[in-house]
């Protein structure tokens, strides 16, 4: 007997700026309730940007023991608490599970960044010896996936991406591969939480942040009057599984399948050659076995900076027409999620798919000129069976991933 | 300039900023306790470490045996104290506030005769010639990691007008002297009983002045948190 080898979502659980569980983020999506306000956890007024997406309340101290919050990153906190959800969406407890059957991969694009701004703070104002030891481990790219896999007891193949935005689907591009090679269950997805003092300054220096005070009409991809991006925390972790394990435990037929993966890296700039979001589109949809046509909407990566909306809008028109498939952007209420922000979106999808919803793109007011996209501006009644995501990270990463009904 | 000598609610506190274990001086009463059965992982310990130098302005001591056992790395902070000028060889201080009435803790620790169900280190206590105001007694430890058994007699005069209670070895054994001076003081939140201990080792003594001293200060850190738990439980009882 062929194993039946498609890759299902069999759970899902979101942390987002506009609700701290998948349901409150979901319902807040679904009603346009935006997540964006003035940074509350350190003083910005020194900064030229003034918003940010931050999680309320997602309660680590409830659900993680405090040895473990001593030793890491909000980032990584996000990380555990979904992880565990999603297990627990899935029905799977990892105990009668074989170690080595389970991987965990997920992504980052700044790892511990607030845990690693205080330890530097202490090497600065008071020396070496004073950096606490678990800075050897809580900054690190890889600690998410590592806390993860320790608390959980997998052993299987792990690892991380890193692709700053992008770097959320290429996580479970990977997943898909360890369930081909010898995972039967793979936690996936990403978290971040980039908005300590540091990190935002990193942020704020690529010149990519709208400098806007007014929440509601601050992160406004594809529109006439976009300046730029509010950043943001959160993510969603997945399990996902071959469908032939989520059949054979007799639990439900998961959210969606993994049907199409592809990424792509942009040319040199400045050499005129056609960036790479438009050959991720068309290797995902090829790797899918999907006609452009049947897909039903378009999850877009809407950077919110003209210039990058334009060449998103040409690479969606190129491959499906002008104005031919739906197009939404519901993160412009949370802001972007850096690693978190593609998952987040692949979360929606799913959530798509199960409830014949498209959520909207509440921030628009008028398509900037050239963006020749149908995008859907409230929330509307649809089937979903087929639903393209697209993500870029800064300098040159572009990955897209078909997700279908099961 | 010297110290105070580390409380054992102050190093549990010490190892919950460093580890985030959330102890309570009672989880560090056994002495063998590991670090690792507390949960706390190596770089845990080596943040409780880091913090202990920090406190006390130490030098780092890369070469450190970062101990297993809690009361181990006590004793180990004690000694690098002592080497360093920091705690007093022969001359240990060290309170604790019981949160229980007076006449309950002076009667409870001065029942010399109950100390083995008090402390954790004694397995006998015999009364050898009572008067009014003192008590001349033998005391015998629980054999140690050699099979010894230390045994000695002290004497011990009760002030209760002033709450004081002054002991000294007559019988001296390994020490060339070795005094106590109990006194006890109502504070806020209880009853505040301070050991103040001064002493010297023999030369052919098995160990010099300074480890005792280390060893001292690390004992009366656990029988102090010891006391206390044992005698608000039984004032608990007894109210």
Known sequence: ?406 | MTVTVISLDEYAELINRASGAGLTADQLLDETVSFDSLGVDSLGVLGVVSELEQRYGLEPDSGADHSKSATALLFALNRRLVDAGLLTAGHTEQSIVIDAPYDEVWRQTNDVAAWPELFSEYAKAEILQTAENSVTFRLSMHPDENGTVWSWVSERTLDPETGTVRARRVETGPFEFMDIVWTYRKVEGGVEMRWVQDFAMKPQAPVDTETMTARISTNSSLQLALIRRRVEERARLAA
């Open chain 1, 1 to 406: 007997m062929t194993k039946n080898r498609r890759t299902v979502f069999s759970g899902v659980s979101a942390i987002a700026p506009n609700g701290s569980t998948t349901k409150e983020f979901w319902d807040a999506t679904l009603n346009g309730v935006s997540g964006i306000g003035p940074i509350s956890t350190f003083d910005a007024s020194g900064y030229p940007v003034r918003l940010a997406g931050q999680v309320a309340d997602f309660a680590p101290r409830d659900s993680i023991d405090g040895r473990l919050m001593v030793q890491t990153d909000r980032w990584t906190q996000l990380g555990l608490v979904a992880a565990a959800r999603a297990l627990e969406d899935a029905e799977i407890d990892p105990a009668a599970l074989d170690e080595y059957d389970m991987s965990v991969i997920t992504a980052t694009s700044s790892g511990g960044n607030e845990f690693g701004q205080r330890e530097i703070q202490k090497l600065w104002d008071k020396g070496a010896r004073y950096v606490g030891p678990y800075q050897s481990i809580a900054w690190f790219y890889a600690a998410t996936t590592g806390q993860i896999s320790i608390r959980h007891g997998m052993k299987g193949a792990c690892g991380v991406l890193v692709g700053e935005q992008a770097g959320g689907l290429d996580a479970l591009g990977q997943a898909r591969r360890a369930l081909v090679d010898d995972a039967t269950t793979v936690v996936s997805g990403g978290t971040d939480a980039p908005l300590g003092p540091y990190a935002l300054a990193c942020h704020v220096s690529s010149r990519l942040l709208t400098e806007r005070q007014d929440p509601v009409r601050a992160y406004r991809p594809f529109d006439a009057e976009a300046d730029g991006y509010v950043a943001g925390e959160g993510g969603a972790i997945f399990i996902l599984e071959a469908e032939d394990t989520v059949r054979a435990r007799d639990a439900g037929p998961g959210y969606g399948v993994l049907a199409g993966y592809a990424a792509t890296f942009d040319p040199r700039p400045g050499s005129g050659r056609e960036p790479g979001l438009r050959r991720a589109i068309v290797r995902a949809l090829a790797d899918a076995r999907v006609d452009p046509s049947e897909v039903d909407v378009v999850f877009a990566d809407g950077l919110g900076v003209p210039e990058a909306d334009r060449a998103e809008a040409e690479a969606i028109s190129a491959v499906f027409g002008a104005r031919r498939v739906p197009v939404t952007v519901p993160k412009c209420l949370v802001g972007r999620l850096h690693a978190g922000g593609a998952p987040l979106d692949v979360a929606m999808a799913l959530l798509s798919i199960r409830d014949s919803v498209i959520p909207g793109t509440p921030s628009l007011g008028e398509l900037a000129p050239g963006i020749d996209l149908d995008v859907v501006r409230e929330t509307r009644q649809a089937t979903v069976r087929t639903a393209l995501v697209l993500a870029r990270g800064f300098e040159g990463f572009n990955a897209a991933v078909v997700i279908r009904s099961v």
